[in-house]
């Protein structure tokens, strides 16, 4: 049984061995199980629609870097088995919560019984170990080899940049940034109901950017951040930059990413319909939309609750001034963006079991507004 939305399936757990190989992607290598400990791990931070699967995508198209797409596994299962001692039949287990997580099983083109095999052949397995093995499966639209890096980006991640830091003390992290006014027009497209009013979205801007600019005050050298606009601005220039923060070489051919792209990939279709400028070069079309889109009203409220934060980040207020109205006004969805964060925060730290439960809920219950959405920007855009 499925309840089918857009591109993605919330499937039984009885369908979860099931899964046809894709000749659309790139075949992968064996592992080299001798060269794993000299691979090592990268995160993307940012909050969502701020550029974060743009610099995914550009990044996964290098041959010596595999970033699949976005998925909450290491947050899930750090705390089950970053300590684990891994018989077979406790790698057997991880990998079936592996399955469990959503995006894991519905947007990653893996062979899953070739990692399952890959895991349980792993010499002297452990956490880093096994999750290496896990992101080298992933099968990418882009060809590679000589793996140096292995990336994970997720915005979910950002309010436990804190906690990613010591479980990856070695792993270095790319901090991006967009406009907040812009990314209150972006999250308008595709969400819901109170999920969709401006003073939620600004904060939960807020508590996204300010949660990794903490940590990034304390471990500057573990971070690179850039803005946005400054990558479609000037994109060879600033990939050249990341490039080198990773310890990666640069090629122009990088910029290309989009041209490797197939959208009838079942994997890629769901990412397409969400991130529809990666069929493009990068580009500064959805950059400063704010000016001609927002109200002043609405930037009086984004401004209050974003500015501040949005000033340390390179950004420009342009209403410095408190305003009682606009500060009475935006409580409650601050007060809403507080408790949906927190009550998040706390999911995340839920055995897999429930965790998903909840999650599939949440599915059914937006996921069919985010449709209708859709389809109506894609009708306006269509139209225009």
């Known amino acids: 049984m499925r309840w089918k939305y857009g591109s993605h399936y919330v499937e039984r757990e009885k369908e979860l061995s099931v899964i046809d190989p894709t000749a659309e992607s790139k075949p992968i290598q ?60 406790k790698i057997l287990e991880f990998y079936h919560d592996l399955l469990r997580e959503g995006k894991f099983k519905t947007i990653w083109d893996i062979d899953r019984e070739k990692l399952k095999n890959d895991l349980l052949n792993c010499p002297e397995p452990d956490f880093y170990k096994l999750f290496k093995i896990v992101y080298l499966n992933y099968r990418s639209p882009y060809p590679h080899q000589n793996i140096l890096l292995v990336g994970d980006k997720n915005p979910l991640y950002c309010p436990h ?4 830091i010591k479980i ?53 050298q573990k971070f690179l951040f850039f803005k946005y606009e400054d990558l479609a601005a000037e994109p060879a220039a600033h990939l050249k930059s990341i490039c080198t923060f990773l310890g990666l070489d640069y090629s122009d051919s990088l910029l290309d990413f989009y041209k490797g792209i197939n959208k009838e990939n079942k994997h890629i279709k769901g990412i397409m319909e969400m ?5 493009n070069p990068v580009n500064t079309s959805r950059t400063n939309l704010w000016q001609k889109q927002m109200t002043t009203w609405q930037i009086k409220q984004a401004d209050l609750i974003s500015g501040k934060m949005g000033e340390q980040l390179g950004y420009e207020r342009r209403y410095k001034n408190f305003s009682l109205a606009a500060y009475l006004f935006t409580r409650p969805g601050v007060f809403y963006s507080t408790l949906s964060t927190n009550f ?29 959405l859709t389809k109506k920007q894609k009708k306006n855009d269509d139209t225009n």
């Not at 931070?45 to 041959?63: P, V, Y």
């Not at 940049?161 to 990613?164: M, N």
């Not at 991130?275 to 069929?279: E, P, R, T």
């Open 344 to 372: 998040f925060h706390s999911v995340m730290r839920m055995p897999v079991p429930v965790k998903n439960f909840i999650r599939s809920m949440m599915m059914l219950i937006h996921v069919p507004e985010w449709v209708r």
């Open 161 to 164: 940049t804190a906690e990613l």
């Open 275 to 279: 991130h529809q400028n990666l069929s």
């Open 168 to 220: 990856f003390p070695s792993a270095k992290f790319l901090f991006i940034s967009r406009d907040y006014r812009d990314n209150i027009i972006s999250h308008k497209r595709i969400h819901a109901t109170m999920m969709r009013t401006t003073s939620v979205l600004a904060h939960n801007w807020l508590i996204h950017n300010r949660s990794i600019f903490q940590e990034m005050k304390k471990h500057p």
């Open 30 to 89: 064996a592992i080299d199980y001798s060269k794993l400990d000299g691979i090592n791990f990268f995160f993307i931070l940012g909050r969502s629609r701020s550029g974060t699967t743009l610099i995914r995508t550009l990044l996964d198209a290098h041959q010596q870097v595999i970033v699949p797409p976005e998925s909450t596994v290491i947050v899930d299962l750090y705390r089950k088995y970053l300590q684990a001692q891994f018989t077979k039949e």
